[in-house]
């Protein structure tokens, strides 16, 4: 039996991290792509981090994989929101042509980040 939930977690960590990776190559700018990395290989590290805690228990691996586990948890959402912050903050450049709106438009401006650069200079 823990042979079959071991394998099942692995099967669906494999599949999220292999759905980040396409996700990494498919969407257009850093925040869709930070977005889709983050998530999906979160979850997929996690689910393979929990099949090695529920197969060696108690033992040494089985804890140094839970304390892994939780520490990409709360690692990799603050990994993902400075990543986030640093493009913005920067002016990478984003997929506008399918953007609905940029909520933060005018408030870079307003504390001091710097001026919009010119779209076609590489940064």
């Known amino acids: 039996m823990i042979n079959l939930i071991t394998g099942l977690?692995?099967?669906?960590?494999?599949?999220?991290i292999v759905v980040g990776s396409i996700g990494l190559i498919r969407?257009?700018?850093v925040l869709n792509r930070?977005?889709?990395t983050t998530k999906t290989t979160t979850l997929g590290a996690c689910s393979i981090l929990l099949?090695?805690?529920v197969k060696y228990g108690n033992s040494p691996i089985g804890l140094k994989s839970f304390l892994a586990l939780w520490f990409l948890l709360i690692t990799a959402p603050t990994g993902a929101h400075m990543i986030?912050?640093?493009?913005?903050?920067?002016?990478v450049r984003l997929a506008t042509d399918r953007m609905v709106a940029d909520d933060l438009e005018g408030v870079a401006e307003r504390f001091g980040y710097p001026?919009?650069?010119d779209q076609d200079q590489p940064i």
Do not use: W
Not at 9 to 16: E, P, S, V, Y
Not at 84 to 91: D, F, K, P, T
């Open 51 to 53: 099949a090695a805690t």
């Open 27 to 29: 969407f257009p700018d």
């Open 84 to 91: 986030a912050r640093a493009a913005y903050r920067v002016r």
């Open 34 to 36: 930070m977005h889709a």
């Open 115 to 117: 001026p919009e650069q």
């Open 9 to 16: 977690l692995i099967g669906i960590g494999t599949f999220f």
